[in-house]
């Protein structure tokens, strides 16, 4: 029995890592069969423009995840943003851009600070820093949705929506994060210092590392990607309000999760995210060809997280308490 138990484990774990693209393949030709017309080229790329703004949160996210925390500010964040990018449109111009992505990073580094310098478990921190993100929202915007100036975001953002040649620009800006975000994690001494933290963080202390300030970094960068997806929903939406992005967080974790990256930290990464996110995106898109009400698709999510992280997680890092 026990050699039953360990050949099967054995299975089970050179199998893992090939799960998020056979899941995804298996989704796409159900989701084909159900409705032919999911599979036509521009369904397609239409598909993965809309979910640009999701993957975007998602990889921020992964990089909390990777070093083993976690980020439930995203969210706030991003709705934050698309007040601030609404209101800074008409003074700063393509700078409130900037001023977008600066202030989201500052939130995720206080969030990294709570959680290095005051101990503080990073979903509660990240809960609190949630909260003051969402606070500033609804000061900034009257507690009340905004528009902005057509003329004003052509000018600025016009660049960001649109398409050249039927590519939509949302895929260009989607794919030039993507490559940033994994140069980082893969091609500098930066992610190797994240990998060594997920895979061990006292290891990784005793090898000399600076963990608390990486460990800020990282949640600096999950906070200044969350305010980008903010920006692009403002742009995409012609403006803002403090809940425009509500229900993106549970998919957005989902998709880390469901691509590779466990809680636990230390394996997976960002193309990982890219096939989690796109079988997010085919779930969702599952969910309407099959008529499931909107006010359950949370539901599914939820469940499907469960299942995410029963797969993914690294039981070995767990302390099991009897």
């Given at each position: 029995m026990?050699?039953?138990?360990?050949?099967?484990?054995?299975?089970?774990?050179?199998?893992?890592?090939?799960?998020?693209?056979?899941?995804?393949?298996?989704?796409v030709i159900i989701v084909g069969i159900a409705?032919?017309?999911?599979?036509?080229?521009?369904?397609?790329?239409?598909?993965?423009?809309?979910?640009?703004?999701?993957?975007?949160?998602?990889?921020?996210?992964?990089?909390?995840?990777?070093?083993?925390?976690?980020?439930?500010?995203?969210?706030?964040?991003?709705?934050?943003?698309?007040?601030?990018?609404?209101?800074?449109?008409?003074?700063?111009?393509?700078?409130?851009a900037f001023i977008c992505i600066l202030t989201g990073a500052a939130l995720g580094a206080v969030s990294g600070f709570v959680t290095t310098r005051l101990y503080v478990p990073s979903f509660v921190s990240t809960i609190a820093v949630g909260g003051v993100a969402y606070?500033?929202?609804?000061?900034?915007?009257?507690?009340?949705?905004?528009?902005?100036?057509?003329?004003?975001?052509?000018?600025?953002?016009?660049?960001?929506?649109?398409?050249t040649a039927g590519l939509p620009h949302e895929l260009v800006i989607g794919g030039t994060l993507l490559f940033i975000a994994w140069f980082l994690m893969t091609r500098?001494?930066?992610?190797?210092?994240?990998?060594?933290?997920?895979?061990?963080?006292?290891?990784?202390?005793a090898s000399g590392l600076n963990v608390d300030r990486i460990k800020v970094i990282a949640f600096a960068l999950s906070g200044a990607f969350a305010a980008i997806a903010g920006l692009l929903f403002a742009v995409k939406l012609s403006g803002g309000s403090p809940t425009?992005?509500?229900?993106?967080?549970?998919?957005?974790?989902?998709?880390?999760?469901?691509?590779?990256?466990?809680?636990?930290?230390?394996?997976?990464?960002?193309?990982?995210?890219?096939?989690?996110?796109?079988?997010?995106?085919?779930?969702?898109?599952?969910?309407l060809y099959f008529e499931i009400d909107a006010t359950k698709q949370q539901m599914v999510f939820g469940i499907i997280l469960i299942i995410a992280i029963a797969a993914t997680i690294d039981r070995s890092k767990l302390r099991i308490v009897k």
């Open positions: 026990a050699t039953i138990t360990k050949s099967a484990n054995l299975v089970w774990e050179k199998t893992k890592p090939h799960l998020p693209w056979v899941t995804l393949i298996t989704l409705d032919a017309n999911f599979l036509k080229p521009q369904n397609m790329i239409s598909l993965a423009a809309d979910v640009v703004p999701l993957f975007i949160m998602a990889m921020g996210i992964t990089f909390a995840i990777y070093i083993g925390g976690i980020d439930l500010s995203a969210q706030s964040i991003a709705n934050m943003t698309t007040v601030i990018a609404t209101v800074a449109l008409a003074m700063f111009g393509i700078g409130a606070s500033v929202g609804q000061w900034l915007s009257g507690q009340r949705a905004l528009y902005m100036d057509a003329a004003l975001r052509e000018n600025a953002f016009a660049w960001m929506v649109g398409n500098t001494s930066f992610g190797r210092a994240l990998k060594a933290i997920g895979a061990g963080e006292l290891a990784a202390v425009i992005a509500n229900g993106f967080l549970l998919p957005a974790i989902v998709a880390v999760l469901v691509g590779g990256t466990p809680l636990t930290g230390g394996v997976g990464g960002m193309i990982n995210t890219l096939i989690g996110t796109l079988i997010v995106a085919v779930i969702r898109s599952s969910m």
